[in-house]
T-cell receptor, first 120, second 108 residues
C-alpha cells in the first residue's frame, strides 16, 4: 500500500525549534516529489514548498521562504519540515503530499497530517 | 501570484446537483485539480487535469474548465458529500502550486 505517515501532535512554546517528518512507503520514494501544505485552524490549504528526495532539489513558496526548511533522507524514505524558532502563528495542521507522476502538477497521496500547537 | 477564487459555501438538497466554481485569469488554459476534505481528514484528490477521476472516485464527480472558470459538479449530492472542496493548479510561470480559497458544501 502506498502511504505517507507523518509524526504526531506537537505542543511547543514560541521560540522553540521543531522538526516533523513524513515517511513514505509502498512506492519508489526517491522518484517522487514531496510537498508540504499548511492548514491554519478553520482556514484553507497553503502550499509551502516541495522537495525531490532523489537529489534534495527544493523549492519554496515565497510566503514560507526563510521561515521553514524542507529536507529529505532518501535512505530512510523520509522528508522533513523544520522550524528554528516557532511563533504562535505557526499553529496549524501540516500535511505532506506526494506529487503525482501522471500530470506532475498535483498531489495524489497525502499524509494524515501533523498538528502543531504553539503557545506560551 | 496567481489567485484562485471559490465561493465560500454552497448548499444543496440531497439528490440535486451541486456546482462549485473556481475562478482565475484565463484558467481554461491551465490544468485544474480538485480535492475533497472531510472534517478531521486529509484532502483527497477527486478530479485531476480538469476532467479525469482517480480510481475509486464515483462518476457523480465531474469537472470542466473554460475561459476564466473551472467547475466541479456533483451530479446527485449525497449526505456523505458534505465537505470542503478545493481547486488547485500548478503555475508554470512561478513553478508554484496554488490552492483555491475553498468551498464548504452543505447538504440540506
Amino acid at each position: 500500500e502506498v502511504q505517507l505517515v507523518q509524526s504526531g501532535v506537537e505542543v511547543k512554546k514560541p521560540g522553540e525549534s521543531l522538526k516533523i517528518y513524513c515517511r513514505g512507503s509502498g512506492y519508489g520514494f526517491t522518484n517522487f516529489w514531496i510537498g508540504w501544505v499548511r492548514q491554519m485552524p478553520g482556514k484553507g490549504l497553503e502550499w509551502m514548498g516541495i522537495i525531490y528526495p532523489g537529489d534534495s532539489d527544493t523549492r519554496y513558496s515565497p510566503s514560507f521562504q526563510g521561515r521553514v526548511t524542507i529536507s529529505a533522507d532518501k535512505s530512510i524514505t523520509t522528508a522533513y519540515l523544520q522550524w528554528s524558532s516557532l511563533k504562535a502563528s505557526d499553529t496549524a495542521m501540516y500535511y505532506c503530499a506526494r506529487r503525482d507522476v501522471l500530470t506532475g502538477k498535483t498531489f495524489d497521496i497525502w499524509g494524515q497530517g501533523t498538528l502543531i500547537l504553539v503557545s506560551s | 501570484s496567481y489567485v484562485l477564487t471559490q465561493p465560500p459555501s454552497v448548499s444543496v438538497a440531497p439528490g440535486q446537483p451541486a456546482r462549485i466554481t473556481c475562478g482565475g485569469d484565463d484558467i481554461g488554459r491551465r490544468s485544474v485539480h480538485w480535492f475533497q476534505q472531510k472534517p478531521g481528514q486529509a484532502p483527497v484528490l477527486i478530479v485531476y487535469d480538469d476532467t479525469a477521476r482517480p480510481s475509486g472516485i464515483p462518476e457523480r464527480f465531474s469537472g470542466s474548465n473554460s475561459g476564466d472558470t473551472a467547475t466541479l459538479t456533483i451530479s446527485r449530492v449525497e449526505a456523505g458529500d458534505e465537505a470542503d472542496y478545493y481547486c488547485q493548479l500548478w503555475d508554470g510561470v512561478s513553478d508554484h502550486y496554488v490552492f483555491g480559497t475553498g468551498t464548504k458544501v452543505t447538504v440540506l
